[in-house]
């Protein structure tokens, strides 16, 4: 633990991991993986400074879709154009001139909205998607010809920590991230693309990582590429919130959030109760039992339970989760 991260067993771990991640998101040819100090957050900076040249377009479903468009705001851009729409639904993105950045959420942790990854038809040849993947990656599958940076932290669906983030990037990144930083943009270090992307062709970042989160990634990681990859952990992840999503329909009391099944997450699902019903109190019981975090977003306000079918979860614990919330509402 106390190794420098510039040493061979910390730089093979990087080399193991991006090698993982690779065969986990079956990269095409020339896309390649690089990471920095920082969550999805710290990302959302480097890419304003190190992606954009003039002019994002954001889509905003919820709350972390928000915070990047208004980082997306930065003074040496123009002002972004943002689709908005009300948590529980979801918009699209629209080709527009001068748009050489467009920016979306895969998965809107704070809502349970999915989106698919796709590119924006009629967009401008330059322009790149950058798919913010934090609750999605190892959980939901992609193309990754239909993106250009597929960036995450790990404590989700691969089970590590925060302070990390990952991204998958495609030539086009790369040939971007060179010419903004040969353009003679002020960029700080550590928001720099271009310096991580080439300490990680060398397998280390700028600046020691928490080596624990390292070495638990590449271990979810191994994991999920060893039970089948992407494909697997996909249909394991559906099978899962399918559980909840089908309850809740039955249910007198309860409906899933996102009316349309199709933009229903299946790694966060979001269950609203009936008035009558005090969601807060279900989650604080199930707390004081512990079964912890099911509590809904704070910022969202809804009475509601959200709750996580990451593929480290067996289904059959979200059935015995089914039960547990049965039982507490049968007595309060």
Known sequence: MGTSH?????????GNLKQGLLDMFHAPEGYEIILGNGGASAFWDAATFSLAEK????????????????ILGAPWLEAPTVISVDPGSRGDLKAEAGVDIYAYPQNETSSGVVTDVRRVIGSEANSLMLT????????IDFDPLETDAY?????????????????LISPKAI???????????YIPNILSLKLALDNA???FTLNTPSLATLFFTNNQVEWINSQGGLSWADKRTKTSSALLYDWAEKNDVTHPFVENPDHRSQVVAT??????????EIAAILRENGIVDTDPYRKLGKNQLRIATFVSTEPAEVEKLIGCIEYVLERI
């Not at 040939?175 to 943009?185: H, L, M, N, T």
Request: hydrophobic letters at 40%.
């Open 132 to 139: 913010d993947a934090t609750s999605a990656a190892g959980g």
């Open 151 to 167: 960036y995450f932290a790990p404590q989700k669906n691969l089970a590590s920590d925060g302070g990390l983030w990952l991204a």
């Open 271 to 280: 269950i609203n109760f009936d008035d009558s019903i005090d969601a807060l």
């Open 201 to 203: 062709r060398q397998n």
């Open 175 to 185: 040939e971007r991230i060179e010419s903004v930083a040969a353009s003679g943009r």
């Open 55 to 70: 002019k994002a377009q954001a889509l905003v479903h919820g709350e972390f879709g928000n915070k990047f468009a208004k």
């Open 6 to 14: 510039r040493q061979p067993p910390i730089k093979n771990l990087v």
